[in-house]
C-alpha cells in the first residue's frame, strides 16, 4: 500500500512552464536568440533540472564559455525575482492535483521534491496557501536524486509504500535510482518508460491507507 507520495512541482502542481520559458528567454536577453530557443528544447526535455544545471549548459554547451558558480547565481537570483511576481497567480495551479492534495493529506504523508530553486519554491507555496499540506518541501540546488535519498533516510520511509509523481525522465530518474515506485502525470511520453500512469488521481484515492 502507498503511505508517502512525493510530488515534483512543475507540471504537477502547477503549470508553470510557458512562464519559465520567458524566464530563461529574460535572463538572456541580450544573447543569440537561435542559442536561446536551443537552452528552451534542452528546458523543456529535462523539466526535472534545475535551473542552475540549465545556465550552465546555457554557457559550456551552447556558448562554448565557462561561467563561474556566481554568475550562475546572478543569472538564478535574476530568474526568481520573476518567477516570484508571476507564479503567485493561482491561475496557474493545476486543479485536480491541488484538489487531491487538499482533500488527502490526512491519508497520506506528502512531499514536495522539485527541481525549483529551495527559497522560491516555499515562497510560491506559502503564497498560494500549499505549505500546509506537506510534510515538506525541497528544491535545488540539491540535485533531485540526493533529495530524495535523504528525505527517504530522513523520514525512515519504507520504499515499497513510497512513490514519486513525476512529469519528466529526471523524475523518472529520481525514482529509480532511490528504488521507489514511479507514476508518470501530465506528459504521456513517460508512458513508454512507466505503467504507472495518472490520468487523474483515481487510483490514488482507491489505494488510500487509513491511519
Known amino acids: 500500500m502507498i503511505k508517502n507520495i512525493l510530488f515534483d512541482f512543475d507540471g504537477v502542481i502547477i503549470d508553470s512552464m510557458p512562464v519559465r520559458e520567458y524566464g530563461f528567454r529574460k535572463i538572456f536577453q541580450n544573447f543569440d536568440t537561435n542559442l536561446v530557443d536551443k537552452l528552451i528544447d534542452y528546458h523543456e526535455l529535462n523539466g526535472g533540472l534545475s535551473r542552475f544545471i540549465k545556465i550552465k549548459y546555457f554557457y559550456e554547451k551552447l556558448l562554448n564559455k565557462n561561467i563561474d558558480e556566481e554568475l550562475i547565481l546572478e543569472y538564478a537570483n535574476s ?3 520573476i518567477m516570484k511576481n508571476e507564479l503567485i497567480n493561482k491561475k496557474y495551479l493545476i486543479n485536480q492535483t491541488v484538489e487531491f492534495i487538499i482533500n488527502h493529506t490526512q491519508n497520506y504523508n506528502l512531499h514536495i521534491v522539485s527541481g ?4 522560491e519554491l516555499r515562497y510560491l507555496c506559502k503564497e498560494l496557501n500549499l505549505t500546509q499540506y506537506f510534510n515538506s ?3 535545488s540546488p540539491t540535485h533531485k536524486n540526493i533529495l530524495v535519498k535523504e528525505l527517504l533516510e530522513k523520514s525512515n520511509y519504507n520504499i515499497q509504500e513510497t512513490i514519486l509523481i513525476g512529469d519528466s525522465i529526471n523524475d523518472y530518474e529520481a525514482a529509480t535510482v532511490n528504488n521507489i ?3 508518470g502525470y501530465n506528459n504521456t511520453e513517460l508512458l513508454k518508460l512507466s505503467a504507472d500512469y495518472l490520468v487523474d488521481f483515481k487510483p490514488l484515492i482507491k489505494n488510500i491507507v487509513q491511519y
Open 79 to 81: 530568474f526568481s525575482k
Open 116 to 119: 525549483s530553486e529551495q527559497n
Open 181 to 183: 515506485n514511479f507514476y
Open 137 to 139: 518541501i525541497h528544491g
